[in-house]
């Protein structure tokens, strides 16, 4: 019998490593980036045409490299970064595994132009499908560039399965800002389609942060800073109040390397709880450093996993050190222990002392005693057993309850007496047909007993519908701002709101592109107030809308009207007027369904009297 077992071409490993490796434009982004990193370069210009799908570049002005390098590196296997197995135990640089470049060049058209800074001319190299094209001398300046040129050119089925071009950019663009949030000391640029998108310039990471997400994160970042033996810890939390629909600005760097570990998560959020919705994810930016012998990073191709040897005392000082971040810069109200507000109507003279107040204490006091005045009694307590005295009807109270011996509550001469309130207020006509509770929950009498709305879901049960049908019937009224309202994105919340510009404009909103992410709004809906955060309100539609795409895939106006209900609706904690109430009701009830929210959440719950009655057994 024949042998079977035959060793596979480079070519073909090459393209099986691919697989893991290059799963999308975005990871080649992601290798080309951290080889940059590790070149020590100071500036780094990422190009990208259609998604990735044709050209993806990057430019650097590192270290370089020899001729012989640069043909080296595209050897499956080959790398500067570790010469041993115990190397891999004492990581600093980002990439080390030696499969990159090989993968990459296997499924695509690479271009490699590098140049030594001692060295007159540098090498150009040209790779298609793991094939040597060609190697020649050229005229470049110092540094490294890898221009990735029509990806998968030789593999159609991967290319037929990336996603629509902005899901590819938003991809990408993750991938360049978590190279930039880990090293705010180097510059970074990003383009697409030949226009800059994004430019960085070399700072600390709170700039950083601001230079990529916009100049509303400076007022919502809270420090963290803490060292212990095991782990040092830095990096910015979110205010509670900032808190998203999804977990998308979510970032861990370990030795300034990203990674995902649902259980450090776990930990930030558990430092939330109570200050946050359960159905929102805080935003965070934290970096922590560990002694690489403590942690194994050679757990996967993409290196986003790592094995921690004390995980969980990591995960304790983690959720102790967020948890005293948010205490400690005024989440919850401080108060002025320094001054007493009490005393401001007092012209006392502050050089006179002052006097504690007097309190008379009767000793001899029985609560349960004669509840008739008697001398010396306090009058505060006296006051208050009048007022329950009224409760009971004294004709029925014998001898006996009066002495204190023995209490009893007759419940004919209660009733009596409640009754008799109850009626001389209906005669009045001063019932409230509707209660506001705990500014959460309407509550209303009806036939059967007692309805409960909640006002947050029952108002966005309303607006809904409301906006359901303007974007049906496409007829909308809009309010002019007087002063038109800057806004800055980030680049995902760029490509979505782009990608359904119409339909929000159907809504209201008439919003114009200001340049680099930045938008002006000239108008908003009629029924929306102008004193809202527009920023927050714009960001709040585009998080919903995402949560709901990935929930369930739905029609975008109905996707929409569902995200801008969401956003717009009073939310817990607003108290409401009869008035209000009345009318909250009036439009929850003219509603096709007003029993359940867009999500399926309830709306009304009904205790009926023998519900009541139950708990009065």
């Not at 600093?92 to 060295?119: C, D, H, P, W, Y």
């Not at 649902?262 to 930030?268: C, D, E």
């Not at 106006?557 to 609706?569: D, G, T, V, W, Y």
Request: charged letters at 25%; one cysteine or more; glycine letters at 4%.
């Amino acid at each position: 019998m024949s042998d079977i077992i035959k060793l596979l071409p480079d070519s073909v490993a090459n393209q099986i490593a691919a697989g893991e490796v290059v799963q999308r434009p975005a990871s080649v982004v992601k290798e080309l980036l951290e080889n940059s990193i590790d070149a020590g370069a100071t500036d780094i210009k990422l190009i990208v045409k259609d998604a990735g799908r044709t050209l993806v570049q990057v430019s650097d002005n590192g270290t370089g490299m020899s001729e012989t390098d640069a043909r080296m590196c595209f050897e499956r296997h080959a790398t500067s970064k570790i010469s041993n197995a115990n190397d891999l135990f004492a990581l600093r640089t980002m990439g080390f595994r030696g499969e990159a470049l090989a993968s990459i060049g296997s499924v695509a058209r690479v271009e490699l132009k590098t140049r030594m800074e001692q060295n007159t001319l540098g090498t150009e190299i040209i790779i298609e499908g793991s094939r040597m094209v060609s190697q020649t001398p050229c005229n470049c300046p110092k540094g490294t560039s890898v221009a990735v040129k029509n990806l998968f050119f030789n593999t159609p089925a991967r290319r037929n399965f990336l996603k629509s071009d902005n899901v590819e950019k938003n991809h990408i663009y993750n991938e360049f800002a978590r190279a930039a949030l880990a090293y705010p000391d180097i510059s970074f640029s990003y383009y697409h389609n030949n226009q800059l998108n994004i430019q960085t310039q070399a700072g600390n990471l709170n700039q950083r942060i601001i230079q990529l997400f916009g100049n509303s994160y400076k007022s919502r970042l809270i420090p963290i800073d803490e060292s212990t033996e095991i782990v040092m810890l830095k990096g910015f939390v979110l205010k509670p109040e900032f808190a998203k629909k999804s977990r998308g600005e979510q970032y861990f760097f370990v030795n300034n390397r990203y990674v995902r570990s649902p259980y450090l998560n776990h930990a930030v959020e558990y430092a939330y709880a109570d200050l946050i919705p359960d159905d929102s994810y805080p935003s965070f930016f934290i970096f922590l450093e560990i002694e690489p012998s403590h942690i194994d990073v050679n757990v996967h191709p993409t290196k986003t996993e790592i094995k921690f040897q004390d995980e969980k005392y990591i995960y304790q000082i983690l959720r102790a050190s967020v948890k005293r971040s948010l205490g400690k810069f005024n989440i919850v109200p401080s108060l002025d222990f320094e001054r007493e507000t009490a005393f401001d109507d007092l012209n006392f003279d502050k050089k006179k002392p002052v006097s504690p107040p007097i309190i008379n204490v009767d000793p001899d006091y029985n609560p349960f005693g004669n509840t008739k005045p008697q001398a010396g009694k306090n009058l505060t307590q006296l006051a208050n057993i009048k007022n329950w005295e009224k409760l009971y009807n004294e004709d029925e109270i014998t001898e006996k309850d009066k002495t204190g011996d023995d209490i009893k509550i007759h419940h004919e001469a209660q009733q009596t007496v409640i009754s008799a309130d109850w009626e001389k207020t209906t005669e009045k006509d001063q019932v409230q047909k509707f209660m506001h509770l705990h500014g959460r929950f309407i509550l209303t009498p009806i036939k059967s007993g007692l309805m409960v709305i909640d006002q947050q879901r029952a108002h966005e049960r309303i607006l809904f519908e409301k906006h359901l049908k303007l974007l049906k019937n496409q007829k909308v009224t809009s309010q002019t701002l007087l002063y038109p309202e800057q806004i800055k994105l980030s680049e995902p919340d760029v490509n979505l709101l782009n990608e359904i510009r119409k339909e929000i404009s159907a809504l209201g909103f008439e919003i114009a592109d200001f340049g680099k992410h930045t938008f002006i709004i000239k108008s908003i809906p009629a029924d929306m107030s102008d004193s809202e955060n527009l920023q927050q309100v714009i960001e709040s539609i585009l998080e919903n809308f995402k949560k709901f795409s990935v929930e369930v895939k739905l029609e975008t106006r109905i996707n929409l009207a569902r995200s801008l209900a969401k956003s717009l609706s009073a939310k817990h904690g607003k108290i409401m007027t009869e008035n209000e109430m009345n009318a909250l009701a009036d439009m929850l009830f003219s509603c096709e369904m007003p029993y359940q929210t867009p999500s399926g959440k309830p709306i009304i719950s009904i205790i009926s009297y023998d519900e009541l009655g139950e708990k009065f057994r």
